[in-house]
Structure formats: C-alpha cells, structure tokens
C-alpha cells in the first residue's frame, strides 16, 4: 500500500488494514444444509479520525474496474523455485497451539495438501500466475525449511525496521539456517507484547529485503506481529472492532480458530507472502509509479474476502455450525479467513470462494 507520507525505507511494502466502519451484521438463516453465508456491511475509512474518508472503498474500485488498476511487472525476479523455503522466526512468547495454527496456514499452500474446498492452496493459485521475464511463475508449493524461537527477546520488547533485522541477523547465526538464495524468505512474528515501529498505528505487517551490511546477505522476509492486546479493532479486524463500534460486542465476527490476535494474523501473513513471492527485491510485481510505495498484489484487495465485496463489505463468507467467521479450508480440518488476491488474469481481486 501506498504510504507516501512516510520516508520510503520506513514504508516500502507496509500493510495497514483499514479501519472499517460497521453498519450492520447479519447471517443468514443457519440451516446445516443451505450455505451459510454471513455479510457484514462496512464502510472504508482511515485510520486518522481526522482525515477525510475515502469516497470509494479501494476494494469495490478495483474489483469493479480494472481500468484503474496499472498493475505492472518491472523485470525483477519473482520466488519461482519450488520450492519456497520460509525461515520462521518466533520472537517473543508462543503458545504451542498459537504456532500450530500458523504452520496448519502454511503448510495447507502447497497443492498436495488435503482440504475441502475452496481451499487455501487454491486461494495461491492466484499468487502463482504472476511470472518473471523467463516466463517462470511464484512457486505453488511453500515448505517450512527452519525455525527459530527467541523467546528471550533478546534485542527487546520494542522493535524497528531495523532492530528486525538484528533479530533475523541472530536467528541466522544461532539456528543456524542456510544462506538460502534460491528460495529463501525469513518471516519473523512477533508476540503480542512486542511492540514494532507504527505497529496499529500504520502497519500490521510489511515485507521488505536484508541487508548484507546487517545480516550477511540479502534476503527477501516479512514481518507481522500479533496484535491481539495492542490494536485487534486495526489489525485483527473484523474480529475485532473499535470501541465506537461497539469493542468486541455483536459488530465483530467469530474468528475461525477462537484466537482474535492470531486468526487475524493469518490474513496478514497471506497477504506478505503473496506479496513477498511476485515482489520479493520490490523491483517486480506492483502498481503505482513510485516504487518506494509501491501497490502490491495483496494490497489491490485489502479488506475483500468473498464475493460481492467492496465499499467497505467484506464481502460474502462463510460461517461454520459454531458461527465462525472463514472463507477457506486448510490441512487437518483447519479453518481460515484470509483476504482476496490480485489475479492477473481476471484483473480484479480473486478467491476460491467467490461464488460466481
Ligand atoms: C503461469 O502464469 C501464466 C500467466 O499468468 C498462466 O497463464 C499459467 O496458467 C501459469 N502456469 C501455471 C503452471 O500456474
């Protein structure tokens, strides 16, 4: 997303996610056998109270239109080497199941993976239809290739875009992982009393490269931290929304997997990798003439999970027996709520769950 009031170090590749303005939420009858689809109406705002809303909401302009979309491919390399290698880093404190949660995300990418439909490989398959200049399209398969817990905190309790990459600089030395240039990106998530540099207040994640004079060499990674305590009504919506809106009350949806903070993560961790595997060095995949704020594939569609979505709707999803909020199927029976991706295929945003 575009952040042009910021340095462009500072916001290259940032996701915020709006803060959205609930009208109301309503399901539809909850009959077992007719599709259970839930719509919750919202509109687009910004996060400053005080900044004049947009008159459109990003999400319906682009899916509405593509004559707005200049979505454009700059030579550089897309993650096309199968497969891609993710890194994890934990930093701070995870409870098991929370980890668990985010591997059963990752790992139901890849398409040999066992889910219902529509699925979270399926969902990729968007992703893997951008290609580079040899013709080579983002990898459909990703594999968790090393992990790294800092349950320390060892560079704090408060980071920065650049502390993160002394974080990732000690993971590398301690893990140790390999210096993986084929296919290598490091994720880096963080706990929910980590505070981050603009975390809620501008970003809920971003992606960007290492730099060799910090970690050795330079490596795709994305962070994305775990805003359940600090700002779920920003960054974890729509399971959360803000106190104006009524907190946590009936605005918000039941998030899928019963974790606020971390069922909110996922779409954020859906949106940097797809964004991290056509724009990994930020000179491939994004629209805008500025590329330092860049508009990437994941961007394009913040804030839209199903059909119909736009001007602030989220868009058509679905909503388990229990009435939990998802729009796609992972390994062993997981579910999740993630946000639509960019195709450059159909020029609007795409999902498996869509319903035309
Ligand atoms: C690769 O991308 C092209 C262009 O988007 C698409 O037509 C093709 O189906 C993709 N191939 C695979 C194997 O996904």
């Known amino acids: ?119 979270v490989s399926d969902w990729w398959r968007t992703v893997s239809l951008y290609t ?20 320390a905190y060892s560079h704090g309790t408060g980071l920065t875009r650049l502390t993160i990459q002394q974080v990732i600089a000690s993971a590398v030395r301690s893990a140790p992982f390999p210096v993986d240039h084929k296919n290598g990106i490091y994720l880096i998530l963080t706990s929910q009393d980590v505070t981050m540099q603009d975390f809620c207040r501008a970003v809920c994640g971003f992606h960007y490269f290492t730099f060799p004079s910090m970690v050795g060499y330079t490596l795709p990674y994305a962070w994305v931290g775990n805003s359940g305590k600090q700002c779920p009504e920003v960054c974890a919506y729509p399971f959360a929304v803000p106190g104006y809106m009524g907190g946590g009350g009936p605005g918000a949806l039941k998030p899928p997997n019963r974790d606020v903070g971390v069922d909110g993560m996922i779409s954020v961790i859906g949106h940097e990798l797809a964004e991290l595997s056509s724009n990994p060095l ?19 569609c913040e804030g839209l999970y199903g059909t119909g979505g736009g001007g602030g709707y989220i868009g058509q999803v679905m909503r388990d027996g229990k009435g939990r909020t998802f729009n796609l199927n992972g390994r062993r029976g997981r579910k999740f709520l993630v946000q639509w991706i960019w195709s450059p295929e159909l020029k609007a945003c795409a999902g498996p769950n869509a319903l035309d």
């Open 1 to 119: 997303m575009s952040q042009r009031r910021y340095s462009p170090f500072s916001f290259c590749c940032a996701l915020f996610i709006p803060l959205l303005f609930v009208h109301h939420v309503y399901a539809s009858t909850s009959s077992t056998n007719s599709p259970q689809v839930q719509t919750l109406n919202t509109k687009p705002d910004i996060i400053n109270p005080k900044l004049p809303p947009r008159t459109l909401s990003s999400s319906k302009k682009f899916e509405g239109s593509s004559d707005l979309v200049h979505l454009r491919y700059h030579m550089g390399p897309v993650l096309s080497s199968a497969p891609i290698n993710i890194y994890l880093i934990w930093y701070g404190r995870w409870a098991n199941s929370q980890k668990l949660l985010i591997k059963d995300f990752i790992n139901s990418i890849s398409p040999s993976t066992v889910a219902a439909k529509p699925s």
């Open 132 to 151: 580079d200049q040899t013709g080579a399209n983002v990898s459909r398969s990703i594999l968790i290739a090393g992990e790294y817990a800092d349950s």
């Open 282 to 300: 930020v000179n491939a995949w994004y629209a805008g003439e500025d590329p330092t704020a860049p508009t990437e594939i994941g961007d394009l």
